[in-house]
């Protein structure tokens, strides 16, 4: 069965520069959520989207944005990259408002 | 949103069951219980998840208390594979709210 799609796996930045993760959710799920997870931390909750719609947002940096396009893919767009941006990027998405499917996430290291 | 309270780290032996408690005194009448766990570098999966009664998959088994103030999440025969952080989330019906990863539960499994 399809999975969640993250891209890319693994991204290594200098400091001010810009990063864009990808997430591909599974065909007709209708939410993507984003996650930051930092060394030895536990998942944050970054940003949601429904249909397309932001849905709820939570500790995001102002530098930070997302969106989600017509074919449900979404994107998170980091600029002036930080050295505390170094972190996993984890995607999920949902149906129907049920259990989550987490992607392998992308690993930011910023340098 | 409402909080959950869940032991640091738990033991178990291989092959034997293991019992993951989770309190969460605060819920309301909406929120689902939800069981998620992660292994070491890979994203958040779930386990199961439920809103009153008992409930089994081919993964785990939950079992919530009459009143909903907590709940566990039992392992029937541990494996080594089972050796990771579960999270017990709370979780209203509307859809798009997030999942919040609380402190977890970090499982060792004995061989």
């Known amino acids: 069965a399809a999975g969640v799609i993250q891209s890319p796996r693994h991204l290594i930045k200098e400091k001010r520069e810009t990063a864009t993760l990808k997430c591909y959710p599974i065909?007709?799920?209708?939410?993507v959520y984003w996650y930051q997870q930092g060394p030895g931390q536990d998942p944050q909750f970054l940003i949601s989207?429904?249909?397309?719609?932001?849905?709820d947002k939570g500790s995001i940096p102002d530098r930070f944005s997302a969106q989600q396009f017509s074919d449900y893919h979404s994107e998170l767009n980091m600029s002036s990259l930080e050295l505390g941006d170094s972190a996993l990027y984890f995607c999920a998405s949902t149906i129907d408002n049920t259990e989550a499917f987490f992607g392998q996430g992308t690993r930011l290291t910023v340098v | 949103d409402a909080k959950t309270t869940q032991p640091n780290s738990m033991e178990s032996n291989e092959e034997e069951p293991v019992h993951l408690p989770c309190n969460h005194s605060t819920i309301s009448g909406t929120d689902y219980i939800h069981w998620y766990r992660q292994l070491p570098s890979q994203g958040p999966e779930y386990v199961i998840h439920?809103?009153?009664s008992n409930v089994n998959n081919r993964m785990a088994s939950l079992a919530i208390a009459e009143d909903r103030k907590s709940s566990t999440l039992i392992l029937h025969r541990a494996t080594l594979r089972d050796a990771a952080v579960y999270y017990c989330i709370l979780r209203d019906r509307n859809y798009g709210q997030n999942f919040v990863f609380g402190p977890g539960t970090r499982l060792s499994v004995l061989p």
């Open positions: 065909p007709r799920h209708d939410t």
């Open positions: 989207f429904y249909e397309k719609m932001q849905s």
């Open positions: 439920g809103l009153t």
